[in-house]
């Protein structure tokens, strides 16, 4: 991947529960490929991470209970295999679960290994390797440019 299409800090923004740290990369122009979204409570703590890879998949690490809401995306052949409408009109969508080993496998790495900055995805990663995370996020380490 080109340094232009890594994954890059795009935005911090309040939420009503605490703030909301994304990190993308663009196909085109408002059309993500890859993204990453920590959430953060009012304390500064993650209470969750959802990765989405536009080869792979979708999943959630949720601070207290690991990686959960695996999905995968279906081929273009399940998803002109639906019905009338779906080959005349077709959509890739997520194709239902999928393993938390399929996520460390797959999906996790797509985003962790593309992104910009190597010091927030070894941050992340080692976040990942646990099922409960209390360490408050230093806020500073995020500008976004």
């Given at each position: 991947?080109?340094?232009?299409?890594?994954?890059?800090?795009?935005?911090?923004?309040?939420?009503?529960?605490?703030?909301?740290?994304?990190?993308?990369?663009?196909?085109?122009?408002?059309?993500?490929?890859?993204?990453?979204?920590?959430?953060?409570?009012?304390?500064?703590?993650?209470?969750?991470?959802?990765?989405?890879?536009?080869?792979?998949?979708?999943?959630?690490w949720?601070?207290?209970?690991?990686?959960?809401?695996?999905?995968?995306?279906?081929?273009?052949?399940q998803?002109?295999?639906?019905?009338?409408?779906?080959?005349?009109?077709?959509?890739?969508?997520?194709?239902?679960?999928?393993?938390?080993?399929?996520?460390?496998?797959?999906?996790?790495?797509?985003?962790?290994?593309?992104?910009?900055?190597?010091?927030?995805?070894?941050?992340?990663?080692?976040?990942?390797?646990?099922?409960e995370?209390?360490?408050?996020?230093?806020?500073?380490?995020?500008?976004?440019?």
């Open positions: 991947m080109e340094d232009s299409d890594k994954i890059k800090l795009v935005a911090v923004e309040d939420t009503e529960s605490g703030k909301k740290i994304a990190f993308a990369s663009f196909l085109r122009k408002d059309y993500v490929a890859k993204s990453l979204v920590i959430y953060i409570d009012g304390n500064n703590i993650i209470t969750g991470i959802f990765f989405s890879s536009d080869v792979h998949g979708t999943v959630e949720i601070n207290g209970s690991g990686l959960k809401n695996c999905h995968r995306w279906e081929s273009e052949d998803a002109r295999s639906r019905s009338y409408l779906t080959r005349r009109y077709t959509a890739i969508l997520s194709d239902g679960s999928a393993s938390a080993d399929f996520a460390r496998d797959f999906i996790i790495p797509d985003i962790l290994d593309n992104m910009e900055n190597a010091d927030a995805a070894e941050w992340i990663a080692d976040i990942l390797r646990v099922r995370y209390l360490v408050p996020v230093d806020l500073s380490r995020f500008r976004v440019n």
